[in-house]
């Protein structure tokens, strides 16, 4: 399969807890997106890197979220000190550069639940 | 700042028959990119169809196809011969040109009665 992976699918953790999601996207595309779903809602935007370059945070992103991409592969995102607040379905998405088509192909998510 | 809005959180349709899903848009810009995303149950969401802004005329792939209007900023979409393949959560979504970021509305959950 060489569509977007995501690794956990589910994460059930403690508040106050970290955790780091990972993915891997299409291997051949530049671009990596995070957004993050809640129930009833549409996906949000948080970060997108080209390559490995961050190059632009969302304000949703406060200072406990940090996303890298090493090397522009993979991409983790880390939530430190973890609230309720924070459950939530956080979904990678990664697309060819250049601006013509905008096509994102999705993973299928890590579900975050913090008790 | 852009929005996108869908004003219907939920629609049935019976099998085979028509359905439309509504989206407004709300921009200044002259330049960008519509979107209707699928995400069916617990699987990964996926593009439907896109248009561009420039394009005068509806962006149509297989049973699904859009009424793009532009100065209602009205984007929405129809699916012919509804299956039951096609219940799932549907996302009108809106990219501006020299951006690289997609913004989702609320979605409209479809539901397709047998």
């Known amino acids: 399969d060489t569509g977007v992976s995501q690794d956990p699918r589910h994460k059930i953790t403690k508040r106050g807890q970290n955790v780091t999601f990972r993915c891997d996207p299409i291997s051949e595309h530049n671009r990596l997106y995070w957004y993050r779903q809640t129930l009833g809602q549409g996906p949000e935007f948080l970060t997108y890197?080209?390559?490995?370059?961050?190059?632009?945070k969302s304000r949703l992103l406060s200072d406990r979220f940090s996303a890298e991409r090493p090397k522009g592969s993979f991409s983790t995102l880390e939530i430190q000190r973890t609230e309720q607040g924070d459950s939530a379905m956080y979904l990678c998405a990664s697309s060819l550069g250049g601006l013509g088509t905008g096509e994102l192909f999705f993973g299928e998510g890590s579900r975050l639940t913090v008790l | 700042a852009q929005t996108v809005t869908q004003s219907q959180p939920e629609m049935s349709v019976q099998e085979a028959e028509t359905v439309t899903l509504s989206c407004t848009y709300d921009?200044?810009?002259?330049?960008?990119?519509l979107f209707w995303y699928k995400q069916p149950p617990s699987r990964q969401m996926i593009l439907v169809i896109r248009?561009?802004?420039?394009?005068?005329q509806n962006a149509t792939e297989n049973r699904f196809s859009v009424n793009f209007q532009k100065a209602a900023k009205s984007f929405s979409l129809k699916i012919s011969d509804s299956q039951l393949g096609d219940a799932a959560m549907y996302f009108c979504?809106?990219?501006?040109?020299?951006?690289?970021?997609?913004?989702f509305g609320k979605g409209t959950r479809l539901h397709i009665l047998p």
């Open positions: 248009q561009e802004a420039y394009k005068q």
């Open positions: 979504a809106y990219r501006r040109g020299g951006d690289d970021k997609i913004i």
């Open positions: 921009t200044s810009e002259s330049d960008y990119y």
């Open positions: 890197f080209q390559n490995e370059a961050q190059l632009e």
